[in-house]
């Protein structure tokens, strides 16, 4: 898990008390770089706690996440997260994406917290801030240690992810499955591959993705797809979604959430500068849509829905009664899920 030859200096400091205070403050231990991730660091820390609880406000259909990386090198252009970086001292943009904070031990302090008689056993969500099966978690494994600890504690979970790395899980997965309420879903909103590597470098093909839907099918369970967030002007259009909600289907899944986009704080300046440079005809849309906040405007939102709507009719990807479908709230409300999705 470690590389005790490997530590290296971040930014021309070497990794002491005195350099990155952002890091000491989560308990760093060492940072190393490895040949088979260039370019990127990782930053291995001792976290002081795993469960994070979701502030009531949000008003979100969970209470508690757990994350155990911070950063994510899947680099979407989007990423809600990307201004959480700041508090450690790295930047919204290149960082995020290549300074990657590790709780190496995330999965001994969950267990330790479930412990707790205090514990009522709420569901709690995975993949919430950034993606538990990025390109770091084939190397450090935290996913499963935190699945089985969640499984034998009795803890229902939901995962979510732009991952195929999960395949590697999906026997524990249904073995969990069989303990607790256990929810996977998959998100997915771009099906143009040349659109797809320029907003979302570092994930999976959507092919790829599609496969990973059907894996998770033949293994027994259910899977839900976020469509999401869906770009206005980019991937919008009935012909875009049409197709890939037919190719959804046609991998198995059992039902989707579709919404668009939102732009908050630092990332709708990271988004709008790689807007500028890959579709500048489309900066003035987006600054008129996006003039009055973060979230696009209810007229917007209302046309997507009436544009969705059918098409998800079509392929039959309504909400799935089975336990291992989302919550119910998710398909009824699903604009607050923005902030923990992306």
């Known amino acids: 898990m470690r590389w005790a030859g490997q530590a290296v200096a971040v930014n021309g400091s070497p990794v002491d008390d005195g350099a990155l205070p952002g890091l000491q403050r989560l308990g760093l231990v060492k940072s190393v770089r490895v040949p088979q991730f260039e370019g990127m660091t990782f930053h291995e820390v001792l976290c002081k706690s795993a469960l994070n609880k979701v502030p009531n406000a949000s008003a979100l259909p969970f209470r508690y996440t757990v994350n155990g990386y911070r950063g994510c090198s899947h680099a979407c252009r989007y990423c809600f997260a990307r201004p959480t970086h700041e508090y450690l001292d790295f930047d919204i943009g290149t960082d995020f994406d290549t300074q990657i904070v590790v709780k190496t031990n995330v999965a001994d302090v969950l267990e330790k917290e479930l412990k707790r008689p205090s514990w009522q056993r709420e569901t709690v969500a995975l993949g919430t801030n950034t993606d538990p099966y990025q390109r770091a978690e084939g190397r450090y494994a935290l996913m499963p240690g935190i699945i089985t600890t969640l499984a034998a504690s009795g803890t229902p979970m939901s995962i979510l992810t732009k991952g195929t790395l999960l395949r590697r899980d999906l026997p524990l997965i249904s073995e969990a499955a069989q303990q607790v309420p256990l929810s996977v ?79 908050r704080g630092a990332t709708r300046g990271w988004f709008m500068a790689w807007l500028a440079r890959a579709h500048p005809e489309l900066t003035g849309r987006y600054r008129d849509l996006y003039r009055r906040g973060a979230y696009l405007p209810q007229s917007y939102r209302d046309m997507l829905r009436e544009r969705a709507r059918p098409l998800i009719a079509k392929y039959r990807l309504g909400s799935d009664p089975r336990p291992s479908a989302p919550p119910a709230e998710v398909a009824a409300n699903p604009e607050p899920l923005q902030e923990a999705l992306f």
Do not use: K, N
Request: net charge negative; hydrophobic share 50%; with cysteine.
């Open 185 to 263: 879903a998959i998100s997915l909103a771009v099906a143009d591959p040349e659109l797809h590597r320029d907003v979302e470098p570092g994930t999976p093909t959507p092919q790829a993705r599609l496969a990973l839907i059907a894996a998770i099918r033949d293994a027994g369970l259910g899977c839900h797809v976020m469509v999401a967030p869906v770009l206005p002007h980019l991937t919008d259009s009935a012909e875009h979604l049409d197709e890939l909600l037919g190719q959804i289907a046609a991998a198995g899944a059992t039902s989707v959430t579709v919404f668009g986009l939102h732009l």
